[in-house]
């Protein structure tokens, strides 16, 4: 066996037993996410207040590991901040998807979110990964529209 | 079956991926290695014989058309085809099946009250050419659903076709369950009721010895990437008495004999089914390997491959939260093992295989529906090639043997 595995305890921990998944009863702003590559779908839930700040949020729905588990640590990160700080959140988490790497601060700020930086070096489970940031940065930026919700695709972008 | 006398160790000699590295490449129904022949009877090809074939009147354009009809007799003869017309090369077996519901189903004047019976098991290769030519002419698809064993009936077939049914589609072994189907007992059943029965042999080809006479079937696709000639190269047989009839799928250059502004005159089969440039390469490549497995004997490619299945099943059985999709029978697999393990997801499981250095699919493997139809939205699968290794299906059955530690269960 290969003793160097991607499948660390914390990934594996927030996949097993997410905080996070859940129903959210009082959310007020909800979006799908579809990865049709995988077939993974997530409900992104959120309760913003008048404040603009992320009281609670949740997801729901069904996928691989790296799917759950990253979702799950977006929600530790965002829950008690603005949604434009959960917006700069997210496209750190993109960027550093996408582009590999990010400075020692910014992986500071992304938490137990940055040990999934290695994703970038595996094209197949990228989807995976930015399912749920990418579902939640849709939402934030407007672009699914809350009154005629349309699922957010992996293959949009 | 007596046992295989396939020298394996040698037979691996020949494939250059399987000798570059210490990958465990299990994922062969998807596609094939190459053995060093078939790269050299393409690169001959290249190097002494190309040019446009059939249109020039020089030497080097008779060698090219010499080789591209050789490929087709070879391939005719392979698959007991009662000539080499019969035989149209395409780029797959998708290419072939897409021509077969267009050019068939407008001969056959498809339309409104016409039903189109596909088995549930289709690649999706067999399924979209037929909801396409549904959506277009108002004609039905229906389902043929197999059972969870994975097996299919002549009463199934029975019960499922009705007067309207016109054209049958089915894969004489599926991509996912690995079970082969009686093929010849359904197209009895087909032309009693006046239907016409298509049948996606590109996962049997490889597998088992091919007989489209016995088999009665009106046409029969299959792609020459997964019989270990390259990629690009596919086949359509068609009996003559539809393929003399059909409008051409694709058009333009070697499609016809006269054209004038008003007036056209197709050319005679095969030449009208293959419009442009051909791929002789691919057919010269095709040829090579068909040379090269009926050199190992088809009885013995059969007989490595079911050792092989026989060995990996037993061994993923023992496995606790393992489950194998399909039949419980080795002989029902033809090398092809899709399984699930209780509570991972696929994509994380032929991850952490990658991780080990094995390679195997994920996913629905171009059968969603089917998966739908078995309640399990995805699934990993293992396929064999005889050029496999009881070593290679030990480091498997190891590193699968260990996936739930690893994702975090206690066992």
């Known amino acids: 066996m290969n003793n160097r595995t991607f499948y660390n305890e914390v990934l594996t921990e927030h996949n097993l037993h997410p905080a996070h998944k859940h129903e959210l009863e009082d959310a007020n702003m909800t979006c799908e996410g579809l990865n049709p590559s995988c077939g993974d779908d997530i409900w992104v839930h959120l309760d913003v207040d008048d404040n603009g700040i992320i009281q609670k949020g949740a997801f729901e729905g069904d996928g691989c590991a790296i799917s759950q588990a990253s979702a799950d640590m977006m929600f530790d990160l965002i829950i008690g901040k603005t949604k434009a700080e959960a917006l700069r959140l997210a496209d750190l988490f993109l960027k550093m998807i996408k582009e590999g790497h990010l400075s020692d601060e910014e992986m500071e700020e992304l938490e137990e979110a940055a040990s999934l930086q290695d994703i970038a070096h595996m094209p197949a489970r990228v989807k995976c990964a930015v399912l749920g940031w990418h579902t939640l940065k849709e939402m934030l930026t407007g672009e699914a529209d809350q009154a005629n919700p349309q699922p957010v695709s992996t293959e949009d972008k | ?411």
């Open chain 2, 1 to 411: 079956m007596g046992q295989s006398t396939i020298d394996v160790k040698a037979v691996r000699k020949e494939f250059p991926v399987l000798n570059q590295s210490d990958l465990a490449y299990l994922d062969n129904s998807a596609t094939v290695q190459k053995p060093q022949r078939v790269l050299d009877a393409v690169t001959h090809y290249y190097q002494t014989e190309n040019a446009n074939p059939f249109r020039g009147l020089y030497d080097l354009s008779v060698a090219a058309t010499d080789a591209y009809e050789n490929a087709r007799q070879k391939v005719a003869d392979f698959i007991h085809a009662p000539k080499k017309q019969d035989i149209i090369f395409t780029r797959n077996a998708s290419e072939s099946l897409n021509l077969v519901a267009y050019s068939m189903g407008r001969y056959l004047k498809i339309g409104k009250g016409d039903e189109i019976l596909v088995s549930i098991a289709e690649h999706h290769s067999n399924m979209l050419p037929w909801r396409m030519l549904a959506e277009q002419t108002g004609a039905t698809v229906r389902y043929l659903n197999c059972h969870k064993d994975g097996s299919l009936t002549v009463d199934d077939l029975k019960a499922a076709m009705t007067p309207n049914t016109r054209i049958v589609a089915v894969a004489e072994i599926s991509n996912v369950l690995g079970r082969a189907w009686p093929i010849a007992d359904f197209a009895k059943v087909c032309h009693e009721q006046g239907a016409v029965i298509v049948v996606d042999g590109a996962q049997s080809v490889p597998h088992t010895k091919i007989d489209v006479t016995a088999m009665d079937c009106d046409f029969f696709a299959f792609s020459g990437h997964k019989m270990y000639a390259p990629m690009g190269i596919g086949v359509l047989y068609g009996k003559s008495e539809w393929l003399n009839k059909m409008p051409p799928f694709m058009t333009g250059g070697e499609t016809i004999d006269i054209v004038t502004t008003d007036r056209i005159v197709w050319a005679e089969v095969p030449h009208r089914f293959e419009a442009g440039t051909v791929n002789v390469g691919g057919a010269v490549g095709l040829a090579e390997a068909i040379d090269f497995m009926e050199d190992l004997g088809l009885d013995q490619i059969e007989a490595r491959e079911l050792e092989l299945t026989t060995y990996a099943m037993e061994r993923l059985k023992a496995i606790p939260h393992v489950h194998i999709i399909g039949a419980d029978e080795p002989e029902n697999h033809h090398g092809i093992l899709a399984f699930s393990i209780d509570g991972v997801h696929p994509h994380d499981i032929t991850t952490i295989l990658s991780e080990n250095k094995i390679a195997v699919r994920a996913g629905h493997h171009c059968a969603e529906p089917l998966h739908h139809y078995l309640g399990v939205p995805s699934t990993t699968r293992a396929s064999l090639s005889f050029y496999n290794t009881r070593e290679e299906i030990d480091r498997l059955a190891d590193a699968v043997g260990q996936i739930r530690k690893e994702m975090g269960y206690d066992e």
